[in-house]
């Protein structure tokens, strides 16, 4: 089968890490007609705006994209490009693997789970003001239809990936009403689907249990705020943003991206680390059905890491990205 995937460089370490995950989806042997798109800084300067609409048209064509992060700027100038793509194409689930990589210092072994994280309402549906010059107020949104939305779209994933347990995040026994109504939506969805064991715990119990025995977990479904957070607690548990991928997806639109940022300090270097864009590329070839090229990524990268003088040198190694990313290249059988 061939594939029609729009690619965005971005910007800052973009282009590189990019460039790497391409190189080595490519060398998996799908068939991939990657169609590349500007957006963000550079697309202001030659097209006048950071989103054109020859790159939404793109995305909104071929449904899956592979992304490098954009720098937004800060105080001024254009929006983020990432929250306007997220808003405009309702990309309702953030989705974040966690996993421990053998070679990668991390703070436990053999972790492998899944956040799932509703990524439309919660605390930033950005509703606040002040009350008086001395309180202020932010709202909280939690709908009946975004929850159901996000759990069933949570069991859905879990059944595709083999995962026996979901844990639904919440802090119902305060905010009875706005996370009791998410608890509610998932016990309900969690009833159509007798085949996965359910649960569900309280946000401050969670965030203690995942340092300790994040083993436990195989599926984690949260509300925004919760699931912001605990994502980046667990990126923590396993080596660092750096090594994180990511997803947003919509009802049938999918960007696959790193979760670090543009890296402006380290851009065009040839020292940044492609890891998390390839990972998010292994995403991307999981959710357009080719398993077995993401099992080839996972191998190729997991035997890569091994070797710890392989690594670039944000953890502590001496290649370059070009280097690593022909030793993964390499690794792929
Ligand atoms: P950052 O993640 O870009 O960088 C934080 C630190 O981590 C820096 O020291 C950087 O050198 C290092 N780092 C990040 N990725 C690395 C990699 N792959 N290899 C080696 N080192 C790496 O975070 P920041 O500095 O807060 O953000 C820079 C810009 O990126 C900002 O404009 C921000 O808005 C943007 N950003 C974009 C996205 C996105 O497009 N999805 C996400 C986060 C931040």
Known sequence: MAYNITLIPGDGIGPEVIESARKVIDATGVNISWESVEAGAIAKKNLGTPLPNYAINSIKKNKIV?????????????????????????????????????????????????????NTEDLYSGIEHMVGEDAAESIKIITRKASERICRFAFELARKEGRKKVTLVHKANIMKLSDGLFLKCGKKIAEEYTDIEFEDIIVDAMS??????????????????????LSDLSAGLVGGLGLAPGANIGEDIAIFESVHGSAPDIAGKNIANPISAILSG?????????LEAASKVERALANTIKDERKLTADLGGTFGTEQFTEEIISNII
Request: glycine share 8%.
């Open 66 to 118: 592979l992304k490098g992060p954009i720098t937004t700027p800060i105080g001024e100038g254009f929006r983020s490009v990432n929250v306007t793509l997220r808003q405009k194409l309702d990309l309702f689930a953030n989705i974040r693997p966690i996993k421990s990589y053998e070679g990668i210092k991390s703070l436990h072994d053999d972790v492998d789970f899944i956040i799932v994280r509703e």
């Open 208 to 229: 203690m249990k995942l340092v300790q025995n994040p083993q436990d977990y195989d599926l984690i479904v949260a509300p925004n705020l919760y699931g912001d957070i």
């Open 282 to 290: 292994a995403m991307m070839l999981k959710y357009i059905g080719e």
